[in-house]
């Protein structure tokens, strides 16, 4: 099973899903990585893993004058061409188009550091946090979901819920979590390449 994924950062998510195909536990290989930064570490994650990767910057569209939508369709175009059985935002920080959605309907799916239909957008992780200090929550997640146009609102694959703990630093938590997504999203991504036969 052929899987494209997109990130824009340190890639441990990225990292996570080469390790469970090293250990067989996904039936799939990773065909292409693309970043929205040059910076990303998880370039270098994919090329010691021998993993074809791209950058899709943003900025360089918009330093030509060409629109985000265009952004979107040569991105669409490039992950089309790869032919994937699925496409996952490990830690993608960029809003998708509807157009790029609708082209992968069904095989998109997006890691989220929280509970489904609790905090949506970035800095969810920070948001909990300081919700706890207030006293306002003493738990969040992580969850792996379907990607539709209304952003970290798709179907929901898998969550797991996490307990933020009286003593527990945002980097703490911001640990705890990450490591229920590396757990997380290989099952996720196994779980619909083994039911998509
Ligand atoms: C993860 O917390 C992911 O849920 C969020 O961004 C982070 C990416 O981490 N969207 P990494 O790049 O996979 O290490």
């Known amino acids: 099973k052929r899987i494209v994924v ?3 950062g340190s890639g441990s998510n990225l990292q996570a899903i080469i390790d469970s195909i090293t250990e067989k536990k996904i039936s799939g ?4 990585v693309f970043s929205s930064k040059a910076s990303a570490y998880g370039l270098e994650r994919a090329q010691k893993a021998n993993i074809p990767t791209s950058i899709v910057s943003l900025k360089d569209y918009k ?8 952004f979107n369709k040569d991105l669409a175009r490039s992950v089309t061409l790869l032919n994937p059985d699925l496409v996952v935002l490990a830690g993608w920080m960029l809003i998708l188009s509807e157009s790029f959605v609708e082209s992968f309907k069904n095989i998109l799916i997006n890691l989220h ?3 489904p239909g609790d ?6 992780i920070e948001r909990a946090y300081d919700e706890f200090i207030l006293g306002k929550r003493t738990k969040t997640g992580v969850m792996v979901h379907h990607v539709i146009a209304q952003v970290d609102r ?3 694959i898998l969550s797991e819920e996490i307990p933020i703990e009286f003593g527990d630093s ?3 938590l911001e640990n705890k979590i990450h490591a229920v997504e590396h757990k997380l999203l290989p099952l996720a991504i196994e779980k619909l390449l083994t039911q998509n036969n």
């Open 113 to 115: 550091p929280a509970l």
């Open 154 to 156: 798709g179907e929901m």
């Open 6 to 8: 997109l990130i824009s």
């Open 170 to 172: 945002l980097k703490d």
């Open 29 to 32: 290989q990773i065909v292409h």
């Open 119 to 124: 905090i949506e957008g970035a800095n969810a």
């Open 63 to 70: 330093d030509k004058n060409l629109s985000r939508e265009e």
